[in-house]
């Protein structure tokens, strides 16, 4: 079993949906958590980061953690056609390197 | 303020090649990464710095990769002989300190041929 499971998709939604991604993971050290947005043929680029459980909004970009269910949510509101790009979740504990274990990402198409 | 620089954008080699990679972090950025990420996969971590000190290479492949920052500024990562399995996109990624977040480049695209 994978670390993290990201269902790759592809997810395909009109323009102006609600869009929500997921991530599960079996490591219960994990206590930060954070979403990447990655364009053909460039670096990721963060989005979201985000401590412990909860909740935490940025513009159209909502991010989730359940600690308990072990899953992370990423939801994208009035999602446009820019947004089209592979989605991240990576995870990393609070001690040792902190070393980031990424999902295999999700590719996201919003049609116009 | 500038972001992750790298270069170069485009590499193609043969097997049994060596190539190597350079990366200039985020100004003030103490902590670096290099990352793997093949096709349909996200990135793995390869190798870490603190300064110029490694803090995490047990995932770097010893035996043909290399790297170092040796001013704890920029770096390089050296991959001696390449092989097939190598195509992929090397990332460099930097964080103010370890534990904060992390910054990538655009990558280097490598293919093995």
């Known amino acids: 079993q994978k670390e993290v499971e990201q269902d790759p998709g592809p997810l395909s939604v009109p323009e102006g949906a609600i869009v929500s991604l997921n991530c599960t993971y079996s490591?219960?050290?994990?206590?930060?958590f954070m979403w990447y947005r990655q364009y053909s043929r460039k670096g990721p680029e963060l989005l979201m980061y985000?401590?412990?459980?909860g909740n935490k909004e940025d513009g159209r970009f909502t991010a989730q953690v359940d600690k308990s269910s072990k899953y992370i949510s990423l939801f994208i509101r009035d999602s446009q056609p820019s947004d089209s790009a592979t989605y991240l979740c990576a995870m990393s504990a609070t001690s040792g390197t902190y070393k980031y274990i990424f999902g295999t990402g999700t590719r996201l198409k919003v049609l116009a | 303020e500038a972001g992750v620089a790298q270069s170069p954008r485009y590499k193609i080699i043969e097997k049994r090649q060596s190539v190597a990679f350079w990366c200039n972090p985020i100004?003030?950025?103490?902590?670096l990464y290099w990352y793997q990420q093949i096709l349909g996969q996200g990135p793995k971590l390869l190798i870490q710095f603190q300064n110029n000190g490694v803090v995490d290479d047990s995932q770097l492949p010893k035996d043909r990769f290399s790297a170092e920052r040796l001013k704890g500024v920029d770096s390089t990562l050296k991959i001696q002989p390449a092989k097939l399995e190598d195509s992929a996109v090397y990332l460099c990624?930097?964080?103010?300190?370890?534990?904060?977040?992390?910054?990538f480049g655009p990558g280097t695209r490598l293919t093995v041929t």
């Open positions: 985000t401590y412990s459980s």
């Open positions: 490591n219960s050290a994990f206590q930060y």
């Open positions: 100004s003030g950025h103490a902590t």
């Open positions: 990624a930097s964080s103010l300190v370890e534990g904060a977040e992390q910054y």
